[in-house]
């Protein structure tokens, strides 16, 4: 049986390293996780981020596929940027990768994405609010 393709955004990883949520999806043989580089920028760029934490981050994506910034994903973060101007610059980066690669973007965060023609959105409706 083939894989489950998908790429992660930065927010499932912040819920996965700090509440222990979509480890079905993160830690399951049936899909293949892909994250941007800017994903691995934004972990790692956390303000006061222990030696410790930041060597869990890279264990973890170490056991996945990383997606770098080639001209490619430039060229469709220049289109989405310029069809979508309101848009942050991270959330364009990794929308392209998506898009560049033909894959599912894993994210809670479809306010930032649902508007994009061609982008598929794999999401969760987790609430994280208590």
């Known amino acids: 049986m083939a894989k489950i393709r998908l ?3 930065t927010d499932i990883f912040i819920d996965y390293f700090n509440h222990g949520f979509f480890e079905e999806i993160l830690e399951n043989e049936e899909f293949d996780i892909y994250y941007s580089a800017v994903t691995k920028k934004e972990l790692l760029a956390k303000q006061g981020l222990k030696n410790s ?3 869990a981050i890279l264990y973890v994506l170490k056991e996945h596929k990383i997606v770098n910034l080639t001209a490619a994903v430039a060229d469709r973060y220049s289109d989405l940027l310029d069809e979508y101007p309101e848009m942050e610059k991270e959330d364009a980066l990794i929308a392209a990768t998506a898009l560049h690669k033909r894959l599912p973007l894993l994210t809670r965060n479809w306010k930032h994405y649902r508007k ?4 598929v959105l794999f999401g969760s409706k987790i609430n994280l609010q208590k």
């Open 53 to 55: 934490e930041k060597q």
């Open 7 to 9: 790429l992660i955004d």
């Open 116 to 119: 994009i023609k061609g982008l």
